[in-house]
């Protein structure tokens, strides 16, 4: 009957064991691969609850705003997957520290082989880690904290990848913007060259007119190429960071938001407070503090509780516990009380750092968008004008009353003003979303 019992507590406790699963790598390697469908994605991005992110429906063979751009990218960025999986990890050391010790057990038999004595001797001993006891409160609070701080850089993560998606779409929007003007330039500068080279062909042209045309197709043709280089990069970042197929092709409907942000001093107040990186190096600052108080805890004696129980071979039976501790004498863990004060001073310094740099950060971003925003109106005051005079010129040309080529500078420096239109308008969004970056929050709760 103790037979039977004994094998059923043994089978309960094997029952409770983990066991070992192969997870190959192989496994599912072509899944992030694949383009995600709108269903998909449509249905995480309704599970998904983030205060700077909108209820969406996501379809990808639909002109996508900047809150689906910022949706599909927190869903589907490989970088983001990761780092989820590997916050896990933090969150089980955190349930390993909770976890009471197991208790050891020791048995021992010795034959008599010599002696009056016939029994055997037996010797068993029950033992307690009583140390991870005392400090056990200690870990456990490192262990949280820890849990704490990983997921607040995780938030942090989300929130960077995020405004990154949507600054890569409105540098992918005014690079298409520009790449029309610049492609436009280019065409009307090589037609010009064409006749101007006919015209040279017939002795109608001084040479500091061809010479002129040449360098102005020159620079058209090195502007366009470069702005479908940057294009093309633009997009090739975009793609990657919201975890789709690099050819993939988006539509994007990305509109300008208007509104001067606050004074960076205000700015900064909000950043301290809602910055989740900053609260995850608290975090990691009272994860420190419980490493300072574990290291001091172990300076203490160590303790271990052992309950022992012996039949020696003259059939006595005897039972009495023992104690094993450490002798603080020359050691006393000072070594390790050091690095850990240290440690948390190197972390404080840190934090302060953070903060200082946050401030530059913001107070430069502040004023880089107060110099986007006076070049962008003087070129805007600019551009009416501009684009009349071309127009009119344009006309009068194909009244015969004006040459040709003076109407195709006039359309140029209408084109090259635009250019400049647009240029300060990617700068002005991709400022204004760097500056939503810094804050730690979108721009519609600056003004709350």
Known sequence: MKTGFSLLCLAGALTGCAHYTPLPLENGVDVP??????EGLTAAAAELKRPYLQPTTIDLSQPLDLNAIATIAVIANPDLKAQRVRAGVADAQAFAAR????PTFNIGANKVLSGPDVLLDLASALGFDIQSLRTRGARIAQAEAQARQVRLDLAWAEWQTAGQARLQAV????????????????????????RTLRAAGRGDLSGDQIQAARVAAFTAEQQARTTERDLNVARFALTKLLGLPPASILRLAITADAGAPPGAERLFALARSA???LAALRQGYSAQ????????IQQ??????????NRDSAGNVLTGPAVAFTLPLWNRNRGNIAIERTTREALKAEYEARLVQARADIAAAVGGIAVAERQRATALAD?????????????????GDLAAATAET???ASRDRELVVTQTSQDLGEQMIALELLTGMPRAEWLK
């Open 171 to 194: 540098r992918v929007v005014g690079l298409q913007r520009a790449q029309a003007i610049t492609a436009a330039s280019r065409d009307a500068s090589r037609s010009l060259l064409t």
């Open 275 to 277: 910055r989740s990186d």
């Open 383 to 399: 551009l009416p004008a501009l684009t009349r005079f071309a127009a009119a010129s344009r006309r009068a040309a194909n009244r």
């Open 33 to 38: 691969l694949s383009v995600p469908s709108s």
């Open 300 to 309: 203490f004696p160590t303790l271990d509780l052992t309950v022992n129980a």
């Open 289 to 296: 503090e419980a490493a300072v108080r574990l290291a001091i």
């Open 99 to 102: 976890l009471l010790p197991d």
């Open 410 to 412: 006039a359309e140029q």
